[in-house]
């Protein structure tokens, strides 16, 4: 029974130890300066893709594009806006019903215009 506890023990402290590790280099060198990182989140921004949200109230918000890189909807991409919660005032991320579709069609005219300029 001992064995059993010591060998459950030993590898959930080489489990902890190697996720220590990953998390070591979560920040960027600017000059002298170390900024942290976000834990869990990359380092790039979205940008917004030119197009708007109008929700049931009125309130526009910019449309951003998002593609999947796991799980079973690796490569689609799809719409979210970033809202505000009335309660907390946190952002938060939504995303759009239909997002794929709208996606596929905004990807579609960006690939329009990018052939028509050259």
Not at 41 to 63: C, H, L, Q, V
Request: glycine share 8%; net charge positive; with cysteine.
């Amino acid at each position: 029974m001992k064995k059993v506890i010591l060998t459950i023990a030993i590898v959930i402290a080489s489990m902890v130890a190697g996720n220590a590790q990953d998390r070591s280099q979560n920040f960027t060198q600017e000059g002298k300066t170390f900024v942290q990182q976000k834990a869990g989140r990359a380092s790039k921004t979205a940008e917004p893709t030119g197009y708007t949200w109008k929700d049931s109230k009125g309130n526009e918000f910019p449309i951003f594009l998002h593609t999947y890189s796991k799980g079973e909807k690796a490569g689609r991409t799809t719409c979210y806006v970033v809202k505000t919660s009335a309660k907390t005032g946190k952002e938060y991320k939504y995303y759009l019903p239909d997002g794929e579709a709208i996606a596929s069609k905004i990807l579609a005219e960006s690939k329009n215009v990018n052939s028509k300029s050259i």
